[in-house]
C-alpha cells in the first residue's frame, strides 16, 4: 500500500484542499515556565540566557537557529523576509542553557507587515542578554549593513555584540580578515566569528563560547524542549515554507497560513486544519495549481515534516481563502506573533 493510500480519504486532494473539517480543538504552548531551582550539581551552577540572532534579510540567521538547536524550528527559504515573528529555539551547551531568538531581518520597510517585523526584530533584541550580528561574507558591508552598524549604539547601548561572518566558503580568508577588520572598526564587537551557518563550520565554537557567556541562572525551559512556540505556529510556519519554496516573484509575501483547529485522534494522530489567506483572488489559483497539483505537493511536504517533526502521524487538511485586506487586519498580526501597532506608519 502506498503512503497516499494509508491517508485517510481525500487528503492533499484538490477536494480536500477546498473542505472545512470539523470543529477541533487547538494545541496550546509548548512548556515555557521556568523549572525553577537552584541546579547546582558537581560540574557547577547551571547558566542560561537570551542570544538574538540580527542581520540582513537572507544572512543565515534562521539557518543558524535550527543548526544550533540541532532541529529545524524556523522556516528556511532562498527568498527573504521570510523570518516574519521572533522564533525561539532552546540550545543546550553544557549546562547551559541557550535561547535563540531569531528575529526578522533588519531592512527598510514599505508597508504595514515590514514595519511590524522589523520592530519585532529590534524588541527581540532589547531582552537579549547578548546579539549576534550575520553579516554575509561574500556581500561584505552593504548599505543594510552599514544601517545596522549605525544603529547599534543607539538600540543597544553597551550590550555586547558578537560578529559572525557568515557563508565564509564563499570567499577567500583575505577578503575575509579584511572584512573582520572593517566591521570591527565600525563598531567595538566582543567577538568575531567565521562560520558556515550552512556547513557547520566554526558554529560549535561560537555555540560554546556563548554557553560560557550566559549569566548564572536555573534553565529557563525543560532540557528537551527545542522551541518556545506554540505548536500550531510552528506547523503554520512549516506550511508557509512550502508554499513559499514552491511559489516565485511577490506571491509568498501576499499569503499568510494560519491553524485553524488541531484535533487530537484516539490513534495518537493528529488531525490538523490550516487555512491560506491571499490577498487577490487570482493568487489562489497559483495556489491550488492546475488540477490542484501544487496544494497537493504542499500538502504533503508539510504533512511530512510535520509527522517527523512531532514523531508520529499527521493528517493535514488545507483550505485557501482570498481575503483581500489581510495585511491590514489585526487577527491576522496576532497569529504571526505580531504587533498590529508596530505596523503603523
Given at each position: ?188 564587537f566582543v567577538k568575531t566569528f567565521m562560520i558556515s551557518a550552512e556547513r557547520g563550520h566554526g558554529a560549535a565554537d561560537l555555540k560554546e563560547w556563548l554557553g560560557a557567556e550566559m549569566p548564572e541562572s536555573p534553565w529557563l525551559y525543560p532540557e528537551d524542549q ?84 512531532l514523531g508520529r502521524k499527521v493528517h493535514l487538511f488545507l483550505q485557501v481563502k482570498v481575503r483581500p485586506n489581510w495585511l491590514e487586519e489585526k487577527e491576522r498580526y496576532s497569529e504571526m506573533g505580531l504587533d498590529f501597532r508596530d505596523g503603523n506608519g
Amino acid at each position: 500500500m502506498s503512503e497516499h493510500d494509508q491517508t485517510p480519504e481525500g487528503e492533499d486532494t484538490p477536494g480536500a484542499a477546498q473542505g472545512a473539517g470539523p470543529e477541533a480543538l487547538h494545541e496550546d504552548d509548548l512548556p515555557g515556565a521556568p523549572i525553577g531551582g537552584d541546579q547546582h550539581g558537581e560540574d557547577g551552577p547551571t547558566r542560561a540566557g537570551y542570544v538574538a540572532l540580527i542581520g540582513e534579510p537572507n544572512a543565515g540567521k534562521s539557518t543558524l537557529l535550527n543548526r544550533m538547536v540541532g532541529a529545524k524550528v524556523s522556516i528556511v527559504t532562498h527568498k527573504v523576509q521570510t523570518t516574519r515573528a521572533r522564533i525561539r529555539g532552546v540550545a543546550m551547551e553544557g549546562r547551559s542553557q541557550i535561547v535563540f531568538v531569531d528575529t526578522p531581518g533588519l531592512f527598510r520597510p514599505r508597508r504595514r507587515l515590514d514595519r511590524a517585523m522589523v520592530a519585532a526584530a529590534w524588541s527581540g533584541v532589547a531582552d537579549a542578554d547578548m546579539v549576534v550580528l550575520l553579516i554575509e561574507a561574500h556581500r561584505g558591508i552593504t548599505d543594510g549593513v552599514r544601517a545596522i552598524l549605525d544603529s547599534l549604539p543607539e538600540r543597544l547601548g553597551r550590550k555586547p555584540v558578537a560578529l559572525a561572518i557568515n557563508k565564509i566558503d564563499k570567499v577567500k580568508s583575505e577578503a575575509l580578515l579584511k572584512l573582520a577588520q572593517d566591521c570591527n572598526a565600525a563598531h567595538p564587537f566582543v567577538k568575531t566569528f567565521m562560520i558556515s551557518a550552512e556547513r557547520g563550520h566554526g558554529a560549535a565554537d561560537l555555540k560554546e563560547w556563548l554557553g560560557a557567556e550566559m549569566p548564572e541562572s536555573p534553565w529557563l525551559y525543560p532540557e528537551d524542549q527545542l522551541a518556545d512556540l506554540p505548536l500550531r505556529m510552528i506547523a503554520a510556519e512549516m506550511t508557509r515554507e512550502k508554499l513559499t519554496l514552491r511559489l516565485h516573484q511577490e506571491l509568498p509575501y501576499e499569503l499568510t497560513v494560519e491553524t485553524e483547529s488541531w484535533q487530537e485522534r484516539e490513534d495518537g494522530s493528529a488531525r490538523i486544519d490550516q487555512m491560506i489567506y491571499v490577498a487577490r483572488e487570482g493568487h489562489k489559483g497559483i495556489v491550488l495549481g492546475k488540477g490542484g497539483e501544487t496544494i497537493k505537493a504542499v500538502s504533503k511536504a508539510a504533512r511530512e515534516e510535520l509527522a517527523e517533526f512531532l514523531g508520529r502521524k499527521v493528517h493535514l487538511f488545507l483550505q485557501v481563502k482570498v481575503r483581500p485586506n489581510w495585511l491590514e487586519e489585526k487577527e491576522r498580526y496576532s497569529e504571526m506573533g505580531l504587533d498590529f501597532r508596530d505596523g503603523n506608519g
